[in-house]
């Protein structure tokens, strides 16, 4: 038996690493254990549970109010634990959260080879995102299987010295997951979607909740938010609110009562790919969405200076619109006013894969393992 460890932190890790999990288990003589450092607790286990997962350990590193030294040094020291009395034969992370980066380097420690599954995105900016740039470079030093999702973060990591033959372009699991979800769960769009669509009206998505947005710039989405729904009658604004307590209070403080703003609760992934599937368009500053909105024709409206997914912006399914509210009114004013505009960018135009990413990757730990 190969013993394979995946592990996850976060709901995202979880919505891109369960379809793979599920890959990996038909696999003969693999023995997967998939172990969670809760770095997000309630998310996650929402996450696991729409793909039918158990975690075999959770490290439960999650306390209030910690550090990104202290949540880092708590999964490190975990990861450690289980890597020493389990000694597998690969440990797999996925993407840029302090989870990948302790159990890299966990594993190299223990030096038991690492598989990044999206290795290669870039901005060129350490502190944007933050810290989540600095995460993934560093965690491409501790890597020896890069799954990279697309030819361009293929050639970032060629450029800063991996070699060729480390380097895999698989696309990005996330769409098999989206795939997976929308054949499994058909009926889970929210109530209040339903709801508005059936009173004539169209809704904007909004997800907005990124650590280097609290200090400002979330105030300036949120009057952009506003001021969009009173220009436009016939436009609702779906928002699921992130549990971070600055969130909920700048957009509670400039959107709560407003009329046609739907602050909700944080939304399970079924009822997030229905919520993209039958939405207008989206307005976002994190990175999954944009990755996932392009599957269904979906245009996206980056609220960020920088992206580490530039694909989508130049298949012209997205558009970084910025972080100062005249630039989110801008962009957002063209796609509903102008509806040559709304067809350019409203088409399948999805550069990050095609559902097949998890059988590619599977395919190449396979032969690592000499299977």
């Given at each position: ?35 969670s450092t809760s770095q997000h607790r309630e998310m ?328």
């Amino acid at each position: 038996m190969k013993n394979i460890i995946v592990t996850v932190g976060t709901r995202p890790e979880v919505i891109k690493m369960a379809p793979l999990v599920m890959e990996l288990r038909k696999v003969q003589d693999f023995q997967v254990t998939l172990v969670s450092t809760s770095q997000h607790r309630e998310m996650l286990d929402q996450a696991l549970s729409v793909f039918r997962l158990e975690p075999d350990f959770d490290l439960d590193i999650m306390r209030p109010n910690q550090s990104l030294a202290e949540s880092t040094a708590r999964a490190l020291r975990g990861m450690g634990r289980v890597l020493q009395e389990n000694r597998p034969d690969l440990l797999l992370v996925q993407g840029d959260t302090n989870t990948v980066l302790a159990g890299a380097l966990a594993a190299h420690y223990h030096k038991i080879p690492v598989g990044h599954v999206e290795a290669g995105l870039r901005t060129d900016d350490p502190y944007l995102p933050f810290p989540e740039e600095m995460n993934r470079r560093l965690t491409s030093q501790l890597t020896r299987l890069h799954f990279a999702p697309t030819r361009r973060a293929a050639d970032n990591l060629l450029r800063e010295g991996i070699p060729e033959d480390r380097v895999f372009v698989t696309g990005n699991t996330v769409i098999d997951a989206l795939y997976w979800t929308e054949r499994e769960y058909p009926d889970a769009l929210p109530r209040v979607a339903r709801e508005i669509l059936e009173r004539g009206n169209q809704y904007l998505l909004v997800t907005a909740h990124r650590r280097e947005s609290l200090d400002g710039d979330l105030l300036e989405m949120a009057k952009a938010l506003g001021e969009i729904v009173s220009s436009h009658p016939e436009i609702e604004i779906i928002y699921p609110v992130h549990l971070n307590p600055k969130v909920q209070s700048v957009m509670k403080e400039v959107l709560g009562g407003r009329e046609r703003v739907h602050l909700i609760p944080p939304v399970s992934y079924p009822e997030i790919v229905q919520l993209i599937r039958n939405c207008y368009f989206i307005l976002t500053d994190s990175g999954g969405i944009q990755e996932e909105a392009p599957a269904f024709g979906k245009p996206v409206l980056v609220m960020r200076e920088v992206t580490e997914r530039p694909e989508a912006v130049e298949a012209g399914v997205a558009r970084l619109a910025g972080v100062a509210k005249e630039g989110i009114l801008r962009a957002a004013s063209e796609l509903l006013e102008d509806p040559g505009e709304y067809r350019r960018r409203a088409h399948k135009a999805n550069p990050f894969g095609d559902g097949k990413a998890c059988e590619r990757i599977a395919g190449e730990v396979t032969r690592f393992l000499g299977r």
